[in-house]
Antibody, heavy 121, light 106 residues
């Protein structure tokens, strides 16, 4: 069974840092692109970042560019999101999710259960 | 930046057909996915590549995409279908989500 389990969320002060992890199992992690997507309380889904299968290519939403870093350790089957200079508006549930591509067509499936990040003093 | 627009809410009676739209510039030139999110749960893929259903998703769920609008259609809607639905597309290597539509089954 494909599983994605996020961890590392919690309460952090504005300006602080946090590193999220996403442990993958049930599939060949090193073969897939991965995403982070967030959802502020009561709000919609917002894409944050994506990393390719070997970690050599990353892309970010403008709202987090320069503050967040996505990375992966394929030997540990783990995806990371390093979040620095956190702001109140970064408060959200953060989901990791797998990217699937077949003959050039992409979709995102499955999603982890999410981890809550709260930025507050 | 590319934007996808969904109606905030759609209501449907049990057993009837619900349609949720997603609009974006030349959206029909892109592939669209749909995700269902029930309260307190993670999103679940219900449609990919405009019209395809993942295994385990009921045939009641179908999708279409043409021109500037993609549509998720749920036929014979059940109370258990009540959820938030999000459309998603790709634009210049980034992922774009619609704002979400709350489906209420009255």
């Amino acid at each position: 069974e494909v599983q994605l389990v996020e961890s590392g969320g919690g309460l952090v002060q504005p300006g602080g840092s946090l590193r999220l992890s996403c442990a993958a199992s049930g599939f060949t992690f090193s073969s897939y692109w991965m995403h982070w997507v967030r959802q502020a309380p009561g709000k919609g889904l917002v894409w944050v970042s994506r990393i390719n299968s070997d970690g050599s290519n990353t892309i970010y939403a403008d709202s987090v560019k320069g503050r967040f870093t996505i990375s992966r350790d394929n030997a540990k089957n783990t995806l990371y999101l390093q979040m620095n200079s956190l702001r109140a508006e970064d408060t959200a549930v953060y989901y990791c999710a797998r990217d699937i591509v077949v003959r050039g067509v992409r979709w995102i499936d499955p999603w982890g259960q999410g981890t809550l990040v709260t930025v507050s003093s | 930046s590319y934007e996808l627009t969904q109606p905030p809410s759609v209501s449907v009676s049990p057993g009837q057909t619900a349609s949720i739209t997603c609009s974006g510039d030349k959206l029909g030139d892109k592939y669209t996915c749909w995700y269902q999110q029930k309260p307190g749960q993670s999103p679940v893929l219900v449609i990919y590549q405009d019209t395809k259903r993942p295994s385990g998703i009921p045939e009641r769920f179908s999708g279409s995409n043409s021109g500037n609008t993609a549509t998720l259609t749920i036929s014979a809607t059940q109370a258990t279908d009540e959820a938030d639905f999000y459309c998603q597309a790709w634009d210049s290597s980034t992922v774009v989500f619609g704002g979400g539509t709350k489906l209420t089954v009255l």
